[in-house]
T-cell receptor
Framework: GAGVSQSPSNKVTEKGKDVELRCDPI?????LYWYRQSLGQGLEFLIY????????KSGLPSDRFSAERTGGSVSTLTIQRTQQEDSAVYLC??????????FGPGTRLLVL | GENVEQHPSTLSVQEGDSAVIKCTYS??????FPWYKQELGKGPQLIID?????GEKKDQRIAVTLNKTAKHFSLHITETQPEDSAVYFC??????????FGAGTRLTVKP
């Protein structure tokens, strides 16, 4: 079946602009995660959605970062007033809660 | 919260040799330990996982061991091949919630 998809695959933006990154989880998965991966680094947890519960935003690095999950499915990660240090790969993962997390291919963000 | 440490950060082996990557975790309540392989330009992909009621699990050339008392778990790859070259991540979680990842190990298999 279809896996986790993310769009765009690559995004180049200018410093100060806002960007939106999209994640389509596996159908039926109740939990969705966003991670950030800087070049050559590990996975930095950003935010976690579980069903209709309030999201766990404890990993968001600043108030410029926000995320929504509409209808319990698609999620959008928004970065306002982007900075060069925001350049990274943004990964989305979903899970049914019983199985492991399945990752999308990521969005490579470059802030010039 | 959970803290996962992973060693080594880089590992280079000759084709056909074995590779071992080790991780430790801090939360004794963690009960699910997956391993992911990330190839260049792709998202991490699950390769094997183990739950706390099992001490060892094997899938062809890949095996994982878990020592709950010592709070460490390891990935073993035997008969390594060049296509095993990638970054490997360990992770630990409680009931698949709040999963925390190690920093990753870059494995290079030399032909």
């Amino acid at each position: 079946g279809a896996g986790v998809s993310q769009s765009p695959s690559n995004k180049v933006t200018e410093k100060g602009k806002d960007v939106e990154l999209r994640c389509d989880p596996i159908s039926g998965h109740t939990a969705l995660y966003w991670y950030r991966q800087s070049l050559g680094q590990g996975l930095e947890f950003l935010i976690y959605f579980q069903g209709n519960s309030a999201p766990d935003k404890s990993g968001l690095p600043s108030d410029r970062f926000s995320a929504e999950r509409t209808g319990g499915s698609v999620s959008t990660l928004t970065i306002q007033r982007t900075q060069q240090e925001d350049s990274a790969v943004y990964l989305c993962a979903s899970t049914s809660g019983v199985e492991t997390q399945y990752f999308g291919p990521g969005t490579r963000l470059l802030v010039l | 919260g959970e803290n996962v440490e992973q060693h080594p950060s880089t590992l280079s082996v000759q084709e056909g040799d074995s590779a071992v990557i080790k991780c430790t975790y801090s939360d004794s309540a963690s009960n699910y330990f997956p391993w992911y392989k990330q190839e260049l330009g792709k998202g991490p992909q699950l390769i094997i996982d183990i739950r706390s009621n099992v001490g060892e699990k094997k899938d062809q050339r890949i095996a994982v061991t878990l020592n709950k008392t010592a709070k460490h778990f390891s990935l073993h790859i035997t008969e390594t091949q060049p296509e095993d070259s990638a970054v490997y991540f360990c992770a630990a979680s409680r009931n698949n919630n709040d999963m925390r990842f190690g920093a990753g190990t870059r494995l290079t298999v030399k032909p």
